[in-house]
């Protein structure tokens, strides 16, 4: 469910302290009044709901208009209010996905919260890179098997030299055959990552092409787009550890993958 961008915004900034927002005696009433501000683009609405720099919270492209639809088609199908100790969550559709967008009670009435938001929306963000980094890593190994298949020795690079197929990418003409690790690895923008993180694979001057380098992937900002390092070795075996706010120093320094009681192993 991509229905998150429309609140996504909420990392860059808050509302002001001490704006009104408006309050409801249910949290059913809260939730079905942002559902009707969204469905008709009501934006009176959506600042009283939460807060008249509303606008200003919302991505600079906007909501993504087809998640907007398809959240408004989950409502429609289903959508209930959890409700525990003064915080209520609403879940739309089959799958019951939760808006990361708390009610919560006040002495007034029941209001959305966007401060607790901030703290869901990061949950969730660094939830997800962590795993697409992890599905990456695995991708990477599955490639590193088919360019053993197809050339009897392991890729000592990710990214091909340009004219050149002794990466596991390199860019392919319509009708030719796919590179055995597709385009994610190779961002447009320098330094932009993959689902915020960084990839290197970790090479020295003993590594033979019989065995595949091991992969390592860090945040590209601890704490912001993910928490975890992982690393993928020649093995296919895949570990985690926690640096801390000192990551990005930490990872300069590992030129080689040695495992020990700090590496934690991932279970597939």
């Not at 690790?181 to 447009?188: E, I, K, M, Y």
């Amino acid at each position: 469910m991509k229905f998150q961008k429309i609140i996504a915004g909420l990392l860059l900034l808050l509302p002001i302290a001490g704006q009104a927002q408006q309050v409801f005696s249910t949290p059913e009433q809260a939730a079905s009044t942002l559902v009707s501000a969204i469905k008709d683009q009501n934006e009176s609405v959506m600042a009283q709901l939460l807060g008249d720099d509303w606008r200003q919270l919302l991505p600079p492209d906007g909501a993504d208009p087809q998640a907007v639809a398809r959240f408004l088609r989950d409502w429609e199908v289903s959508h209930q209010i959890d409700e525990q100790n003064g915080v209520a969550h609403l879940s739309v559709g089959l799958s019951q996905w939760q808006l990361p967008l708390p009610m919560v009670k006040t002495t007034a009435g029941w209001q959305f919260d966007t401060t607790r938001a901030v703290d869901e929306i990061l949950t969730r963000t660094i939830g997800r890179n962590e795993l697409s980094a992890m599905i990456a890593l695995q991708a990477y190994a599955d490639a590193q098997h088919d360019y053993f298949t197809l050339n009897h020795h392991y890729a000592q690079k990710i990214i091909s030299s340009e004219g050149k197929k002794d990466g596991l990418y390199w860019p392919v003409s319509p009708g030719e055959a796919p590179s055995p690790l597709g385009p994610a690895f190779s961002p447009t923008v320098p330094g932009e990552g993959y689902h915020g993180y960084r990839f290197r694979l970790l090479t020295s001057k003993t590594q033979s092409s019989d065995t595949p380098a091991a992969l390592l992937a860090w945040p590209l900002e601890y704490g912001k787009t993910g928490v975890a390092t992982f690393v993928m070795d020649g093995e296919d075996r895949m570990y985690q550890q926690d640096f801390g706010a000192q990551t990005a120093q930490q990872i300069e320094g590992i030129t080689q993958f040695t495992p020990d009681e700090k590496w934690q192993p991932v279970q597939p």
